[in-house]
Nanobody, 129 residues
Framework: VQLVESGGGLVQPGGSLRLSCVRSGYTVSPYETYYMGWFRKAPGKEREGVAALDSDGSTSYADSVKGRFTISKDNAKNTLYLRMNSLKPEDTAMYYC?????????????????????WGQGTQVTVSS
């Protein structure tokens, strides 16, 4: 599986960005399902879960981004999105897309990096005036 993120950049506080992640290289069979998520890592901090989209279509978010970020997917384009509104300086980080086969079930699973098997290279988001 290859995951390629894009859409990062420099934005002022209060601004918006939309990240994209194109998934390729593996075709899921009719008997398989997969989940996807967005993570971020800021300098000096551990990688943390931001948002996830489970194989049943349900979504979950870290408390720090609820109400501001929205995760979605376009199945026809094999693309995962993260719409980020009302951005804050503390959202500054490298953002990563990840995926795994099966069903996550809850944020305790979907929010953990170790629950995912495939990762992109990341896209940098910087929120600063």
């Amino acid at each position: 599986v290859q995951l390629v993120e894009s859409g990062g950049g420099l934005v002022q506080p209060g601004g918006s960005l939309r990240l994209s992640c194109v998934r390729s290289g593996y075709t899921v069979s009719p008997y398989e399902t997969y989940y996807m998520g967005w993570f971020r890592k800021a300098p000096g901090k551990e990688r943390e879960g931001v948002a996830a989209l489970d194989s049943d279509g349900s979504t979950s978010y870290a408390d720090s981004v609820k109400g501001r970020f929205t995760i979605s997917k376009d199945n026809a384009k094999n693309t995962l999105y993260l719409r980020m509104n009302s951005l804050k300086p503390e959202d500054t980080a490298m953002y990563y897309c990840a995926s795994g086969l099966g069903y996550g079930g809850n944020w305790w699973n979907l929010g953990r990096p170790g629950f995912y098997s495939d990762w992109g290279q990341g896209t940098q988001v910087t929120v600063s005036s």
